[in-house]
């Protein structure tokens, strides 16, 4: 079974960076998806950026682009990172990090469409 661990939440000044890493070990399969997700207090969960490794696409969210970049670490296999740049109050949320083990028909980054979740890291991001 897949193990997801994130590292990296905390505080930080609107304005500022962190770097949320996760990784993730008992793959199965050759191809997967590695990505982060984020849930405010009272707001649905929404897919922040995602990988797929079978054809290197990312995705990002509208609200996230430009400021975030996810990437992996060749050296660490299946590890990736978040980089968070330009932090807004509105930033602040826990973030999750989740996979799917193989391929899959649900579009990159789609909620439904994760096999596996980390536990969540929290960052907030001050004003």
């Known amino acids: 079974e897949v193990q997801l661990v994130e590292s990296g939440g905390g505080l930080v000044q609107a304005g500022g960076s962190l770097r949320l890493s996760c990784a993730a070990s008992?793959?199965?399969?050759?191809?997967?998806?590695l990505g982060w997700f984020r849930q405010a207090p009272g707001k649905e969960r929404e897919g922040v950026s995602c990988?797929?490794?079978?054809?290197?696409?990312?995705?990002y969210a509208d609200s996230v682009k430009g400021r975030f970049t996810i990437s992996s670490d060749n050296a660490k296999k299946n590890t990736v990172y978040l980089q968070m740049n330009s932090l807004k109050p509105e930033d602040t949320a826990v973030y999750y990090c989740?996979?799917?083990?193989?391929?899959?028909?649900?579009?990159?980054?789609?909620?439904?469409?994760?096999?596996?979740w980390g536990k969540g890291t929290l960052v907030t991001v001050s004003s």
């Open positions: 989740a996979a799917v083990d193989g391929g899959s028909y649900y579009p990159l980054c789609d909620l439904y469409g994760m096999d596996y």
């Open positions: 990988f797929s490794s079978s054809d290197g696409n990312t995705y």
């Open positions: 008992g793959f199965t399969f050759d191809v997967y998806t």
